[in-house]
């Protein structure tokens, strides 16, 4: 996947693997420009017309990231099985970019159950969508 570098390269140095959060001190600042203007999601495209990627699908996660995934959210892997990944999600189009509902929708008053509805830990604050 191709994909432009808005975090430090050393970034999981001293964390290890650990989902992005609001104002992450790890991201750059000209990071935090592509992934304000979303430039950082362009190269992707090249990925779509290549046949690598769809546009909507199942957002890419590291294999860290994924074997978490898989041991908290039931039928994880399968809901994955030959599904190319998408540059943005369903999630991300229902719920917005930084995963919280927008405040006229209808998903507003559900926000407390879209939100880490698996309890996943270490990512309170994560709110934001490109985890990778």
């Known amino acids: 996947m191709l994909k432009f570098r808005s975090m430090r390269p050393d970034a999981e ?8 959060s609001k104002d992450d001190p790890r991201i750059t600042r000209v ?3 592509l992934r304000k203007t979303r430039l950082d999601e362009l190269p992707q495209f090249f990925n779509v017309l290549m046949g ?9 996660e590291r294999m860290e ?5 898989a041991m908290a959210i039931p039928y994880f892997e399968e809901r994955m099985r030959d599904v190319k990944p998408g ?15 927008f405040p006229d929708s209808h998903l507003a008053k559900f926000q407390e159950d879209l ?7 270490g ?6 969508t490109t985890c990778g």
């Open 13 to 20: 140095r001293l964390t290890g693997v650990v989902v992005a």
């Open 52 to 60: 690598h990627m769809s546009i909507v699908g199942p957002r890419p």
């Open 123 to 128: 990512t309170e604050g994560a709110w934001q």
């Open 31 to 33: 990071g935090k420009f």
């Open 115 to 121: 939100t880490n509805p698996f309890k996943v830990e």
């Open 65 to 69: 990231l994924a074997e978490q995934l």
């Open 87 to 101: 540059i943005t999600g369903l999630a991300q189009i229902n719920l917005s970019y930084t995963g919280k509902p």
